[in-house]
T-cell receptor
């Protein structure tokens, strides 16, 4: 089955800097790659997603890139703010949610 | 708009006691429903999913069971809790046509 690895496990940046979180997946049939943000005591919230027919997607300060050949995808957050501090999860799915696999998460801390 | 409710938010139960966690979804019909468990510092593990009333699929063998008595209601149960059942339990939903998962705010279960 699918295996998703996520790095780094913790990331600390200064406010205003950029943050990059990387994930790799094992199953070349995976075609949907969401990113979730989880704040303390809450459930994960979908922040951006990308499908395998697209190489990059942007939404304001957040962008995701996908390299299908290398089977890795990344989350980029620019101009980080303290409220970006949270745990971020990547995931990969083949055709439906029943087999969506999650990375272990990255704890991002943005220092003011 | 669609909303998902999970309760209780926190729960402390003794070993050997029963468990019942409830999840309901509003604003959509015939959703796919999921139960995930999140261990501290780890990713999300899929426990059960359901594509319709009375239809439950289990991803991992365990001390837990799930039921879907109504279209938008998903229940996680145990007859006798183990210490290892402690964790953060998340309910999620998706539509049949869209891949994105939407999570509730979770239940933190501590088995003592």
């Amino acid at each position: 089955g699918e295996n998703v690895e996520q790095h780094p496990s913790t990331l600390s940046v200064q406010e205003g800097d950029s943050a990059v979180i990387k994930c790799t997946y094992s199953d070349s049939a995976s075609n949907y790659f969401p990113w979730y943000k989880q704040e303390l005591g809450k459930g994960p919230q979908l922040i951006i997603d990308i499908r395998s027919n697209v190489g990059e997607k942007k939404d304001q300060r957040i962008a995701v890139t996908l390299n299908k050949t290398a089977k890795h995808f990344s989350l980029h957050i620019t101009e980080t703010q303290p409220e970006d501090s949270a745990v971020y999860f990547c995931a990969a799915s083949i055709s439906n949610n029943n087999d969506m696999r999650f990375g272990a998460g990255t704890r991002l801390t943005v220092k003011p | 708009s669609q909303t998902i409710h999970q309760w209780p938010a926190t729960l402390v139960q003794p070993v050997g006691s029963p468990l019942s966690l409830e999840c309901t979804v509003e604003g959509t019909s015939n959703p796919n429903l999921y139960w995930y468990r999140q261990a501290a510092g780890r990713g999300l593990q899929l426990l059960f999913y359901s594509v319709g009333i009375g239809q439950i699929s289990s991803e991992v063998p365990q001390n837990l069971s799930a039921s879907r008595p109504q279209d938008r209601q998903f229940i996680l149960s145990s007859k006798k809790l183990l210490l290892s059942d402690s964790g953060f339990y998340l309910c999620a939903w998706s539509t049949l046509s869209a891949v994105a998962l939407h999570f509730g705010n979770g239940t933190r279960l501590t088995v003592t």
